[in-house]
């Protein structure tokens, strides 16, 4: 099966940028989506297909994605950005297609 | 605007199946994908499957054996069903929208919390 590798935990200061990698096999041809979960609240979409920011994500959110790495990029980090983050793509690819996670990213904000 | 609610016992005993519901508002259940999506106290987020509004299904093989998802657009609602539950199923449960032509997950539940104990 798909497996999306991210680092445990990243750590920035206040108005520097973050970023956060997800790794696959060839990931660049998959269209790779981005959540922010904050605890004890429901994941939210930040960017999908790859580098798309939904409606009210703010535009320092961007998402980068070729080869093996896909990236998702915060700009001018804030106290508020603090939260785990996780990489999603859908594997066509075996026989079972399905939703595959990335183990999360703990961000946090010095 | 569309919001998802996870309705259901917070409480099941290990070898029963844990049944959970989620209802849809603000929009039509029609014509889009629906999830459910897990994820154990201080652990990642685990797809457990997705169902259309026409009722095909796509399970994760992890589960695929006892997982089993239904929709009732009357009701705007959808379930989910999982048999056999052991310790390791405990869990927040949430459900969420696929949108059409997407394969991520733009609404979702404030999830639910299970716990299989007896």
């Known amino acids: 099966s798909y497996v999306l590798t991210q680092p445990p935990s990243v750590s920035v200061a206040p108005g520097q940028t973050a970023r956060i990698t997800c790794g696959g096999n060839?990931?660049?041809?998959?269209?790779v989506h981005w959540y922010q979960q904050k605890p004890g609240q429901a994941p939210v979409l930040v960017v999908y297909?790859?580098?798309d920011r939904p409606s009210g994500i703010p535009e320092r959110f961007s998402g980068s994605n070729s080869g093996n790495t896909a990236t998702l990029t915060i700009s001018r980090v804030e106290a508020g950005d603090e939260a785990d983050y996780y990489c999603?793509?859908?594997?066509?690819?075996?026989?079972?297609?399905?939703?595959?996670f990335g183990g999360g990213t703990k961000l946090t904000v010095l | 605007q569309v919001q998802l609610q996870e309705s259901g016992p917070g409480l099941v005993k290990p070898s029963e199946t844990l049944s959970l519901t989620c209802t849809v508002s603000?929009?039509?259940?029609?014509?889009?994908?629906w999830s459910w999506i897990r994820q154990p106290a201080g652990k990642g987020l685990e797809w457990i499957g997705r169902?259309?509004?026409?009722?095909?299904?796509n399970y994760n093989p992890s589960l695929k054996s006892r997982v089993t998802m239904s929709v009732d657009t009357s009701k705007n609602q959808f379930s989910l069903k999982l048999s056999s539950v052991t310790a390791a199923d405990t869990a927040v449960y949430y459900c969420?929208?696929?949108?059409?032509?997407?394969?991520?997950?733009?609404?979702w539940g404030q999830g639910t919390l299970v716990t299989v104990s007896s």
């Open positions: 969420a929208r696929v949108p059409p032509l997407g394969d991520y997950f733009d609404y």
């Open positions: 603000g929009g039509s259940i029609s014509s889009y994908y």
């Open positions: 169902i259309y509004t026409s009722g095909s299904t």
């Open positions: 060839n990931i660049g041809s998959k269209s």
């Open positions: 297909d790859d580098s």
């Open positions: 999603q793509v859908w594997d066509s690819s075996s026989d079972h297609p399905g939703v595959v």
